[in-house]
C-alpha cells in the first residue's frame, strides 16, 4: 500500500529560536480544537436505569431530504433576494471578525499561538492518528441547526442561528456540477465526498453547507462562506462548514468557495496564489497548491489572521510565511486508495462473564485501531436484555493509557451486556462485547481472563459496509470570502477545545506530558515513507 506522506523540513522545536519580528514561536500547549476531556467517560448506572433516554440515542440516522428534489426548490437568477444586512448575527462571545475571517479572540490579538506540538500530543488519542480518512458531506437540502459547539452528526454549529437553514436554490444539475469539481479537487487524499445520505454518526465528517446566505449564520459581517478557522491538524474532525451560493452563482464560483470552506476546517490559510482555492484573487477553477505559497494575511483580513501559521512553517520552513496545501492534505489524509481493512477491537477490562455484587463498579477498558486514523467509536449497554444506552463517544474519552474509557457506577442487579463498537470510513465496523453479573451467578460458569468474547485477531466482529453515498449509522451521544465570493469568513471556537477556551492548553499538559515522552510515534508518521 502506497500512503502520500509530506516530510517534516524542520522540528517544531526550531520554532520557538525564530527570530521575533518573524515569529513569535507557539503558545505551549495551545490550540483552540484540542481535546477539553482527559480521563474516562464516567455513566451512573442508576441515573441509566431511572432515564435511559438520556442514553440512548437513535439508532436511525437523521433523515436526510432528497438530493433530486432541488429543483422544486429553485429560483431563477436575477430572483433571487439579497442579504438583508439587519438580519446581521452577533459573532459568538471570545470571537473576533476582523473583515472577512472571525477567529478566537486570543489568537486574533497576537496574544496566543497555536502550538503545532498539540497536534503530535493528541495523536496518541485512537482515531487521531495521522493519516486519516475523511468525508466531506456537501448538505444542499439544508435543515435545522443547533448553535451549539461544532458537531456534524448532530446538525450543531457554533456559527448557527438556532434554525432551519435554507435549501440550496440553483437547481440539481448545477448542485451536482459543484460537487464534482470539489471532488476533484480532493481527489488525490484519502477524502470521501458524499451528497445523497449522510455518513453514520459514529464516523467523524465535515458537513459543509451550500446555500443560504451569511445572514444566515450567526457572523456580522458580509462573507461568501465560513468555516472554523485554526483547527491546525484538523483535530476537530466534525467541523460544519458555509458555502453561500444562490442560484445565481456560478457552478466554479461556489466549488471554489466549497473547497476553500472544507480546507479552513482542516487548518489551511489564506493564500496569493490565485490559481489556488485557498486565494482571494482566483476567478477560474482552483485546486490545492502543491508549492509553498505566501499567507495573505497583513494584506487580507489583518495581522495575526493566518492562525496555522507555525503549522505551515512545518512543511516551508521556518519564517517563510508560506502554505503548501497539497503537503498538508497528504500528511493529514494520506492518499485516495481504498481503506480495505476494518477496525480491530478488544475489550481488556473487565473479563467477560465477570460477577460482581449488587451495586458494584465496572472499569470498562477497550483497546480499538486501524491502519488508519479517523474513525469513531460508540457503546451498547443493556440490562437483562434492555437496551439502557447506545451513543457515539463524540469527545474520544480515553485513560492515561490512551485506551477508550468507560465507568459504570453503582450497577442494580441484572446481566449487564456491554458492547464496543468501532466504525471506519470505508464502511467496515468492528464490535465486541462483555457480559457482566451484578448480584447475580454466572450460571455458565466460565469467564473469560483474555477480556472479550472472541480471542481470534482481529477483537470482536468486523462487517463490511458500502462506502461512499452510505446512509444508516450509529446513534446519538447524549453525554472570507467577502460578499463577491472570492475569499471566506474563517472562524474557530475561541474559548478552546472543540468549544473550550483560551487556556484550553491547561487540559492538554497531561497529554503534551506524555507525548514528549513518546516521539517515536512523531517521527514514524512525519519521517519518509
Known sequence: MVVRRAALLVSPLLLAFVPAAEARGPSPGYHPWAPKTNGPLVI????????????????????????????????????????????????????????????PQPVASGDLEVDPDVIHAVEDIPGNEYPRKHTLFMNFNGGMLYASADNSAENRSTLAKQAVYPTYEGGEQKALSIIQAVQEDVAAYGINVVYLSRPNKTVPYTMEMVGGQWTDTNIDSPAGGVAP?????????????????????????????????????WGLDHTFNCG???????????????SCDGLCETQCQGPNSAGCRLTHEEFCGVGNDQQNEDAELAWLFGGNEPDMEAPMVEIVEPVDGLEIPEG????????????YGGYGWYYVITQDGEEMANFVDYERQVDDDYRPALNLAGLPAGVWVVTVGAEDHFGHITEDSVTIYVGTPNESGSVDSSGGNDTSPPKGTGTDGESGESGGGQPEMTGGDDGD????????????????GALAFLALLPFLGRAWGRRRRRDRRFGDA
Open 276 to 290: 489556488s482555492v485557498m486565494s482571494y484573487c482566483g476567478i477560474a477553477n482552483g485546486v490545492f497548491s502543491d
Open 229 to 265: 478557522g485554526a483547527d491546525c491538524g484538523a483535530l476537530g474532525q466534525r467541523h460544519v462548514v458555509y458555502t453561500f451560493a444562490s442560484g445565481g452563482t456560478s457552478a466554479t464560483q461556489a466549488a471554489n468557495t466549497a473547497s476553500q470552506e472544507a480546507g479552513h476546517a
Open 360 to 371: 458494584g463498579d465496572v472499569d470498562v477498558r477497550s483497546l480499538i485501531s486501524d491502519d
Open 485 to 500: 465570493g472570492k475569499g471566506c469568513a474563517c472562524t474557530a471556537d475561541s474559548s478552546g477545545g472543540r468549544g473550550g
Open 44 to 103: 451512573d448506572a442508576a441515573d441509566l436505569v431511572a432515564h435511559p433516554e438520556r442514553h440512548r440515542g437513535r439508532a436511525i440516522p437523521v433523515e436526510q431530504p432528497d438530493f433530486h428534489a432541488l429543483d422544486d426548490f429553485a429560483v431563477p437568477p436575477g430572483e433571487q433576494t439579497e442579504p438583508d444586512s439587519s438580519r446581521a448575527g452577533r459573532t459568538p462571545e471570545g470571537w473576533v471578525q476582523r473583515g472577512g475571517v472571525v477567529l
